[in-house]
């Protein structure tokens, strides 16, 4: 039997990854609900926010905080880029079958990730944590950095602020009601064409935050964008893709999956995260929390 | 002889004398089309014949592959035999996964076909007693008696030529209409008393082994297999290669392969960065030839037969 400080702080290491998981897939999960597209790309807009905030580390450096800012602009910069990519492009693919607009997402994720290539290189880049959080917290006896308590916090915050978006605003009410019914949304005279531009924009922008954040804790390298997309669709899968709840519970599953999974059978770990991806699809296709999807 | 089949057979007159130009250049292009041609028009089969959105396809490529491979290689079985149970094993393994993902539709259809090739990826990647995992499965060789280029060339193009022919049959006789109505509307399909599912799961069946056997060639082709052959972005490719072809037309996916491919041959020898062109041909071709390139063709009656 394992110590149990140190199956807390697997637990920890777990819900940490299940934050940056979170972040992700509700963008994904968000614009799923309203557009009913499928954004393969979602995971490159998360490697560019991870690549743009070093480049703006760098550029930043002599600023104090620089840290700060350059989240803040690789976030807002993907969050453009998500819009214009909507806006101009994807807009003019909804009246075509769905194959179209997934192959288009699946068209940007070649783009994306030789632009990134270009850009950036194909080396390993990374960069430090920020000053502030450098230290590490002692938690009965383990120490365990304080980046990650900041990232766990402020997933949970992002979780909460988003809900009471949803529930409490008009705007919520808004984006909640086209998830259900557009066209009546859009007789009742909310111009959806920049409601599905704004909340791609929006989902974009957590991409980019997830990247934004975890550029100090991991390496940024092209394929990264492969690799998480594949493990946002699982969470997604898992919670029911359109639920913000279910995104929650999804992430939080995965998160500790993954993290006991290594310790206990690292060979079976990954192939086990699919077989519960296909268990939850065969039982309810929908996700734990989802509602079927209708048309 | 209709106009088509003259054509056809004029193709494969030629495709028979390219060994003759003996360009080693033009015999490894030719048999990487072939192969990944037949693979594309499996999964059309689905795709454009049934309506099924297949996102898994890259599994019965990789079970087929493998299975060829390790039987070979571990099991020391004739060449011959390992290529059957290759074609076997891809229906079987279209017979499982099917079994389930044909009772869901739409994305969760697409869904549940991914996670299933993710499996099989997994454990091809994990079990590296069996598979050597990571590191790949290394000298795969030809059979003594296909033991050149062309030998083997030769060998490819019968059977893909005999693939597509069966598969061509499929599609044209009464079971293959029979999918084209599924595809047109399953509810109606269903109430003139056709069983929607087992016709579904069949054709499952026969696109998994089909898929196999281009696999097993596949792995013979390049004397070695890696589980990223099982990736999911190999799942996209072949379904990028049918939709730049053209996924309503017979033949469409074959043209789609063969034209990805020469452009990759043509592009990959000036820049490293074909993902960067391949993705920027597949928007333009989204927008502005939503029927692929033999779609667009057809549109201006240069081939006039549609998938029916």
Redesign the interface.
Known sequence: MPDPSFLLIQCLSGLTYAMFLFLIASGLSLIFGILRVLNFAHGSFYMVGAYLTYSFVSYFIDVPGHFWLAVLFASLSIALIGGFIERFFLSRLYIREELNQLLFTYALVMILGDFAKIIWGTGQLSIPRPAVLKGAVQIFGQYFPEYNIFVISLGLGIAVLFWLILNRTRWGRIIRAAALDREMVGSLGINVNWLFTIVFAIGSWLAGLGGALVAPIAAIVPGMDVEIIINVFIVVVIGGLGSFWGTLLGALVLGQVISFGILILPRLAIVFIYILMTVVLIIRPWGLLGKPLRR | MSKQNLALLILIILLALLPLTESRFYIFLGTDILIMGLFAVSLNLLLGYTGL?SFGQAAYFGIGAYTCALLMKKASLAFPFAFLAAGISGALGALIIGF?CI??T???F???T???S??VW??V??WNSLTGGDTGLIGINFPAYLDSNTRFYYFTLAVVVISLFILRKVVDSPFGRILTTIRENPERTEFIGINVKLFQLIAFMISGSFAAFSGALFGIFNHSLFPDLLY??QS?EV??MS?LGGMYNFFGPFVGAAIMLYMRMLVTSYTQ?W??I???I??LL??FF?GGIVGFLAKSRIFTRRAK
Do not use: D
Request: without cysteine; hydrophobic residues 65%.
């Open positions: 959105v389930f009772r869901l739409q994305i969760y697409s869904m549940l991914l996670a299933f993710q499996i997994a454990i990647f994990k999911w972005p996209a379904l990028i939709l960065y993902p960067l391949m993705g920027t597949l928007a989204l927008f939503p």
